[in-house]
Structure formats: structure tokens, C-alpha cells
């Protein structure tokens, strides 16, 4: 099992910047595994936002390539996603995610505004 707890979400103006965090517990976070976050804009559906897997290669939503970078510290067994020039449309609520063996773990999110 994993427990994930996201953080670093807040108000942000337009141009801004946010680094969000998620820290996992119950579990080391493997290289194995896969980790992402995905985002729920208001209103409407759950959507990817980064992956990193196994290799260390990264997939981004398209809306956000240049801007967001995904990252892991396996030391702290956390997972970052650093969010640059920001823009009213990344206003969501962002949850981290890891995958096991084909089992999908999510936490609670964490609400991001960005708005002026």
C-alpha cells in the first residue's frame, strides 16, 4: 500500500510559479514504479499532466510542455512538479499519482488558482 499526500497549492497570479509536492508513506516509491500527476480542472475530467517512468523518461501534457517539470527524490520518497509561467487555465485540482504492478494509487490533491 501507499498513502499520498499532496501539497504546495495555493492562489497564484498569472506568470507565476508553484512547486507542488506529494509525499508517499506506507511504502518506498520504487524505481520500478511509475509516477505522475494529473489534474481536475472545475468542471470537467480527470487529465494527465506528467509521467516520469522507470527509465527516467518523462511525458508531458501538451499544455504544459516548457513550463512544468516532474521530478523524484528517492531519499525522501517524494515526487515534485515544478509549475513555471502559469496561466488561468492550470487553475485544477492536482493529485499525485503512482503505479504498481498495474495499481493505481492517488491522493487527495491539492487546489491550484491561478488568477490575478
Known amino acids: 500500500q501507499v498513502q499520498l499526500v499532496e501539497s504546495g497549492g495555493g492562489l497564484v497570479q498569472p506568470g507565476g510559479s508553484l512547486r507542488l509536492s506529494c509525499a508517499a508513506s506506507?511504502?518506498?516509491?520504487?524505481?520500478?514504479?511509475?509516477v505522475g500527476w494529473y489534474r481536475q480542472p472545475p468542471g470537467k475530467g480527470r487529465e494527465l499532466v506528467a509521467v516520469?517512468?522507470?527509465?527516467?523518461?518523462?511525458t508531458y501534457a501538451d499544455s504544459v510542455k516548457g513550463r512544468f517539470t516532474i521530478s523524484r527524490e528517492y531519499a525522501k520518497n517524494m515526487v515534485y512538479l515544478q509549475m513555471n509561467s502559469l496561466k488561468p487555465e492550470d487553475t485544477a485540482v492536482y493529485y499525485c499519482?503512482?503505479?504498481?504492478?498495474?495499481?493505481?494509487?492517488w491522493g487527495k490533491g491539492t487546489l491550484v488558482t491561478v488568477s490575478s
Open positions: 516520469l517512468i522507470t527509465s527516467g523518461s518523462t
Open positions: 506506507g511504502s518506498y516509491i520504487f524505481s520500478r514504479d511509475v
Open positions: 499519482n503512482v503505479v504498481r504492478l498495474k495499481i493505481n494509487y
